[in-house]
């Protein structure tokens, strides 16, 4: 069997696989069903010690090293003899380093078992441990920090499972996909390079929309012996996309996770430059469920040509739905001989731009011409990882990001536009549609759950359109102004008036400016509390200036963050003649679970501060609420017999009462 080895993209290989058997028939390849699943889970912070660390179990994390001097710890139960495999993946942090390490701690949370620096490949300076041994049955801990104290990563991914008993064992001959040994259904198999340049395949089944999860360990016997192996998966068309790390720590591994388009029959590809033992592990992590109702919306205003000239096309496509978004993917399928000539800008029905990929794929012309992708925040690898853009899932550019439409109404026009930036090729736009998942519009108190004997009750209420709602403005340099903002992107509000840091210009340099709500006492609330705010922003990248919207006592004792900046800077230079696109995400809305506070005074504090160099359009406020369960003791019922007309309701309220609606 021939091969021709592409060259490599850092430590990223697209492998061009040359059958001897010709074109394989589906029927020829056969696969088993994977039982290692994973789950989704969210970093929650503190977490800086194994006595905070976040409790997770086999899947995937989505964490933040931020601000400076950060790192996180992660728990997980484990038996003894068990077998641990965790990656990150750090190419879609925004900040200015992907270099993180990777931590097994036993126990005690000071037992180092084993680290990891650069065995990952997305990025190259990404961590990989693979096949570490657990000694003892307990809680063990995973650490994630910058391999600079003062580096930060925004996000990151953190990938773990384990593996129990023993691997299912390699069957040669298994090099090539018509002989690929099925995956055990374990996911998890022993295998040996005989001879130098070995290949072996593995096949799988896979759903659309399933992350797969590969780690390669070369040295699973732990006895410092070891080979710098490759790790692929595929085929896409006639291609492996591979991995290849230096192989500079030991024990050496390999680490490839990667979102699927299609269901169908997949392949897995290990191979290495020498003879040697290796056991591969795999996990599959489903698509997510998003909140609300999901649909997919197909524009009608296609196909469209790219013309071989510099300039830009518009499509465009219609959501009816009146919808709050919870979650949203872009579909796109395209053709283009030159890849890396396109940059691709979504504009909202409120006219939100967001440039979700800017000349990404190949640079060679003729080469990878058909584009046919999902970009799903969700997804395992931001696109641009590899050259091939045909039948994958991939991230939006770590530039930006899709949960900037998060929140916001689906209903009206949205407008693809693709730039082509380049003359002498040429392409055509043949179809797009997003797939939007949201929940009609309700008042903020529908959000309650109130327990029996209780009702819904509003805290608080302002919109801002008539007065200030009782907020008040501190800080350096600060320019919290309430009225109708001026200054585009951010030259609009929810409703009426709102409060905007400046309202016809940017933020100041070197600023720390500070929006506090009036105190609210929540002392008589009971159940369940929450506040609901709509915000809108376009703010430089997040280790520059700095942003959130907290709850906390009015003592400050006690603060939660409820949102906070943690992205790219907001604008991108695109298209021929370039110029700068100013992005920017909202009006959206917000709601945050603050039931902690109950029986408490809080107040709400929106926060910007700023560096001495580059302002944006800032950070913006509006139609606030607090809401909460209230005891039905509060309301005192009594009734009055009238002559003639019978028993009639009078409803006596204790002093201070919030007005009520009364349904019968």
């Known amino acids: 069997m021939q091969r021709r080895f592409f060259t490599p993209l850092f430590t990223l290989v697209i492998l061009i696989l040359v059958s001897s058997t010709g074109t394989l028939p589906a029927s020829a390849q056969t696969s088993g069903?994977?039982?290692?699943?994973?789950?989704?889970?969210?970093?929650v912070e503190p977490n800086d010690s194994p006595a905070q660390a976040t409790p997770i179990a086999p899947g995937v994390v989505r964490g933040s090293l931020f601000p400076a001097n950060d790192w996180d710890y992660y728990s997980f139960s484990a038996t003894a003899g068990d077998r641990l495999y965790a990656l990150t993946m750090t190419s879609a942090s925004a900040s200015s380093s992907t270099d993180s390490v990777l931590e097994l701690y036993g126990p005690d949370g000071t037992t180092l078992i084993e680290h990891d620096n650069d065995d990952g490949s997305f990025s190259s300076n990404a961590s990989s441990i693979a096949g570490a041994v657990l000694p003892?049955?307990?809680?063990?801990?995973?650490?994630?920090?910058?391999?600079?104290?003062?580096?930060?990563?925004?996000?990151?991914?953190?990938?773990?499972h384990l593996q129990r008993g023993t691997p299912g064992v390699e069957s040669e001959p298994n090099d090539d996909p018509s002989n690929a040994n099925p995956l055990p259904a374990s996911g998890w198999v022993a295998g040996t390079f005989d001879v130098a340049n070995d290949v072996d395949i593995y096949s799988l089944e896979l759903n659309a929309g399933d992350t797969i999860v590969l780690s390669l360990d070369l040295d699973p016997e732990r006895d410092g012996v070891e080979v710098n192996g490759r790790l692929g998966f595929g085929l896409f068309g006639s291609s492996f996309l591979a991995v290849n790390d230096q192989g500079l720590s030991t024990p050496d591994s390999e680490a490839f996770p990667f979102t699927v388009l299609n269901s169908g029959t997949y392949h897995i590809y290990v191979d290495a430059p020498a003879a040697g033992t290796y056991q591969l592990s795999a996990?599959?992590?489903?698509?997510?469920?998003?909140?609300?109702?999901?649909?997919?919306?197909?524009?009608?205003?296609?196909?469209?040509?790219?013309?071989?000239?510099?300039?830009?096309?518009?499509?465009?496509?219609?959501?009816?739905?009146?919808?709050?978004?919870?979650?949203?993917?872009?579909?796109?399928?395209?053709n283009h001989t030159l890849m890396s000539?396109?940059?691709?800008?979504?504009?909202?029905?409120?006219?939100?731009?967001?440039?979700?990929?800017?000349?990404?794929?190949?640079?060679?012309?003729?080469?990878?011409?058909?584009?046919?992708?999902?970009?799903?925040?969700?997804?395992?690898?931001?696109?641009?990882?590899f050259t091939v853009v045909k039948d994958i899932v991939y991230q939006p550019e770590a530039t930006a990001r899709l949960e900037w439409f998060e929140g916001m109404q689906a209903q009206g026009t949205w407008t693809l536009?693709?730039?082509?930036?380049?003359?002498?090729?040429?392409?055509?736009?043949?179809?797009?549609?997003?797939?939007?998942?949201?929940?009609?519009?309700?008042?903020?108190?529908?959000?309650?759950?109130?327990?029996?004997?209780?009702?819904?009750?509003?805290?608080?209420?302002?919109?801002?359109?008539?007065?200030?709602?009782?907020?008040?403005?501190?800080?350096?340099?600060?320019?919290?102004?309430?009225?109708?903002?001026?200054?585009?992107?951010?030259?609009?509000?929810?409703?009426?008036?709102?409060?905007?840091?400046?309202?016809?210009?940017?933020?100041?340099?070197?600023?720390?400016?500070?929006?506090?709500?009036?105190?609210?006492?929540?002392?008589?609330?009971?159940?369940?509390?929450?506040?609901?705010?709509?915000?809108?922003?376009q703010l430089e990248?997040?280790?520059?200036?700095?942003?959130?919207?907290?709850?906390?006592?009015?003592?400050?004792?006690?603060?939660?963050?409820?949102?906070?900046?943690?992205?790219?800077?907001?604008?991108?230079?695109?298209?021929?003649?370039?110029?700068?696109?100013?992005?920017?995400?909202?009006?959206?809305?917000?709601?945050a679970d603050i039931s902690a506070y109950l029986g408490r005074t809080i107040e709400l504090n929106a926060h910007l501060d700023s560096d001495d160099a580059i302002q944006f359009a800032g950070y913006a406020i509006d139609d606030v609420s607090v809401v909460a369960c209230e005891p039905l003791s509060d309301l005192v019922i009594t009734t009055q017999a009238t002559p003639g007309v019978g028993t009639s309701p009078f409803y006596n309220f204790p002093a201070q009462q919030h007005l009520l609606e009364l349904a019968f």
Not at 136 to 160: C, E, I, K, S, W
Not at 359 to 384: C, F, K, Q, Y
């Open 541 to 591: 990248r997040a280790d520059f200036d700095h942003a959130w919207f907290e709850v906390r006592t009015t003592d400050a004792s006690e603060v939660s963050r409820l949102w906070e900046w943690l992205g790219p800077t907001m604008t991108q230079n695109i298209g021929n003649p370039t110029f700068t696109l100013h992005e920017s995400a909202g009006w959206a809305r917000h709601s």
């Open 33 to 43: 069903s994977l039982t290692t699943i994973g789950e989704r889970f969210t970093e």
């Open 341 to 385: 000539d396109l940059d691709m800008v979504l504009v909202s029905p409120g006219g939100n731009a967001v440039s979700l990929f800017n000349d990404i794929g190949s640079n060679t012309s003729g080469v990878n011409t058909e584009m046919n992708i999902r970009l799903d925040d969700d997804a395992a690898l931001p696109i641009g990882t």
């Open 417 to 537: 536009q693709l730039y082509d930036d380049a003359a002498g090729d040429a392409g055509t736009l043949l179809e797009w549609g997003l797939r939007i998942c949201g929940e009609p519009e309700q008042p903020p108190v529908a959000e309650l759950a109130c327990p029996a004997n209780t009702r819904p009750a509003v805290v608080y209420s302002s919109t801002f359109d008539d007065d200030d709602g009782g907020f008040t403005s501190s800080g350096v340099e600060n320019e919290w102004e309430w009225g109708l903002p001026s200054a585009a992107p951010l030259d609009d509000c929810a409703s009426g008036n709102c409060w905007k840091t400046d309202l016809d210009n940017t933020y100041n340099a070197s600023s720390n400016q500070d929006l506090t709500s009036p105190a609210l006492d929540l002392s008589r609330y009971v159940g369940e509390a929450r506040v609901v705010w709509s915000q809108k922003y």
């Open 136 to 160: 003892t049955t307990g809680t063990y801990y995973l650490r994630v920090r910058h391999n600079q104290a003062t580096g930060q990563l925004f996000p990151y991914d953190l990938y773990m």
């Open 283 to 334: 996990m599959v992590i489903p698509a997510p469920t998003p909140a609300g109702v999901c649909t997919t919306y197909t524009s009608s205003d296609v196909p469209l040509p790219i013309p071989s000239e510099p300039g830009m096309i518009s499509s465009t496509l219609d959501v009816p739905d009146n919808l709050r978004i919870t979650d949203v993917d872009l579909l796109l399928t395209l």
